[in-house]
């Protein structure tokens, strides 16, 4: 059905018209000429086939087609501008937009933020998941938390820390005898779009890599809930399973852990630095990251 549906400028053009009686008033309000405003219109008219507007000297008078479509017109632009009114929050500022990973947000942002809330009352943030790296770039964050490799993140982010990777799994599911052959046994969980993997993490502490692995997932976070339930054992960061590991919920069935290839990254990208409330929030992350590692 949505291919018999009008263009929405014409709509927004005819509601705007209908409540000044007037295409002059609607195109300022509209910023468009007054000329654009009535053909839009027009256009409208010709697509369902009836007058809208009884064209007068002195302004416009809605016909009974125009009275009996204002309403509709005028419940449906408002419940669309509600329905996107969430994703486009009035910048100000005390607004800020945190662009980072839905594994970082989860696990690791999340346990600390309120500390940081705390010293700013009344801030607008705004939190936006990422799944890949590139997606960082569609965010327009004035803060990024980028995750990968040196060369993927770029230019313009310091290293927030140095993590390292290591096997977890629910503790019913600890191997008996628990070596990387019995772990390759008892079902690998790999996380795709992650430079450290299995077989790098083998070869990095010289153990022989697994022939396969049974569930592949595109986060940790994912990752780590297929671990908690048992589904097998998953390579993931420290950093992301810290508190998992901390709990019990999760246990590393061995005790070989490797340097991260991918890490997380701090980007701001505030105009003024200096004193924005984006450079507060990176140099709160920054005490977080020393108070803890």
Not at 209 to 238: F, T
Not at 277 to 286: I, P, S, V
Request: charged content about 20%.
């Amino acid at each position: 059905m949505a291919h018999t549906l009008p263009p929405l400028n014409w709509l927004r053009a005819f509601e705007c018209a209908a409540r000044h009686l007037s295409f002059t008033a609607a195109a300022g309000e509209l910023n468009l000429t007054q000329s654009a405003v009535s053909q839009h219109v027009r256009s409208l008219e010709l697509r369902l086939g009836t007058l809208l507007f009884k064209r007068k000297a002195r302004g416009l008078a809605l016909t009974d087609s125009g009275r009996r479509l204002l309403p509709t017109v005028t419940t449906a632009l408002t419940d669309l501008t509600a329905a996107t009114a969430m994703f486009m929050p009035l910048r100000t500022d005390d607004s800020l937009k945190i662009a980072c990973s839905w594994s970082f947000s989860l696990a690791w942002l999340s346990p600390r933020l309120e500390r940081f809330l705390e010293t700013r009352p009344g801030i607008r943030m705004q939190i936006v998941s990422t799944l890949w790296p590139d997606d960082n770039k569609l965010t327009e964050a004035e803060v990024e938390i980028r995750y990968g490799s040196r060369e993927l993140v770029g230019d313009g982010a310091e290293l927030l820390f140095a993590d390292e990777v290591l096997p977890v799994c629910a503790p019913q599911k600890l191997p008996r005898n628990s070596t990387t052959e019995s772990i390759y046994q008892s079902g690998l969980i790999h996380t795709v779009g992650t430079t450290d993997t299995w077989y790098t993490w083998a070869e990095h502490l010289g153990e022989k890599p697994p022939d396969s692995v049974c569930c592949s997932v595109d986060s940790y976070s994912v990752a780590l809930e297929l671990a908690c339930n048992g589904v097998g054992v998953a390579l993931v960061s420290r950093a992301i399973a810290k508190r998992s590991l901390d709990s019990g919920e999760l246990v590393a069935p061995v005790d070989l852990v490797a340097p991260a290839i991918d890490n997380h990254y701090l980007a701001i990208n505030s105009e003024d630095v200096e004193s924005s409330l984006a450079n507060r929030f990176a140099n709160w992350l920054r005490s977080e990251v020393s108070a803890c590692c």
